[in-house]
């Protein structure tokens, strides 16, 4: 079984493989790095499954974000097809659309250039679906955009009315 010892020790190998001093775990066991000015990549240790779990914010999605979008991530993460084995994941009060991936910490530290070498894919890939979840929403706002103005504004009725005899 891992411990937070055993964590502390990895992290002080992947701070010599990659020289950010930064990484350097708080008491709950959690590391935040903000990379290139993009993502900030967070690592928290899981006692309980001797797991650290890597979690990236890839996007905040407006609160009108279409079906298409939602789906699209989804069917993205069905098997881990399309996210390297990670899944996604919504923070429901601001929308924002988070990428986790779970690494074994035993794994992980017999191999410190591989882990160091799997987090630069999994910020390759948040680019990737950052671009993806951007032109599905550039998309959805050009259509909005190109459809005829209504007369009635954004009036519409949403049910039925049936009239018997």
């Known amino acids: 079984m891992t411990t937070r010892e055993d964590y502390d020790r990895f992290l002080?190998?992947?701070?010599?493989?990659?020289?950010?001093?930064?990484?350097k775990s708080d008491d709950a066991g959690l590391v935040s790095v903000r990379v290139d000015e993009k993502?900030?990549?967070n690592l928290q240790f899981v006692e309980a499954s001797g797991k650290v779990l890597c979690f990236i914010e890839v996007a905040t999605l407006p609160y009108d974000a279409?079906?298409?979008v939602y789906r699209d991530l989804?069917?993205?993460?069905?098997?881990?097809?399309?996210?390297?084995?990670?899944?996604?994941?919504?923070?429901?009060e601001t929308e924002t659309v988070v990428y986790n991936y779970f690494f074994d910490l035993e794994t992980a530290a017999l191999d410190v250039e591989d882990?160091?070498?799997?987090?630069e894919k999994i910020l390759?890939?948040?680019d990737?679906?950052?671009?993806r979840i951007q032109n599905a929403l550039s998309v959805d706002e050009k259509l909005l955009a190109e459809q005829p103005a209504?007369?009635?504004?954004?009036?519409?009725?949403?049910?039925h009315f049936h009239i018997h005899p």
Do not use: H, M
């Open 66 to 68: 279409p079906k298409a």
């Open 150 to 159: 209504s007369p009635f504004g954004n009036f519409s009725i949403d049910r």
């Open 128 to 131: 990737i679906w950052a671009e």
């Open 74 to 92: 989804l069917a993205g993460g069905l098997f881990g097809k399309e996210t390297a084995g990670g899944y996604f994941a919504l923070e429901a």
């Open 115 to 119: 882990f160091v070498s799997t987090l």
């Open 39 to 41: 993502y900030n990549v």
């Open 124 to 126: 390759q890939l948040c």
């Open 12 to 23: 002080a190998e992947v701070r010599k493989q990659t020289g950010i001093e930064a990484l």
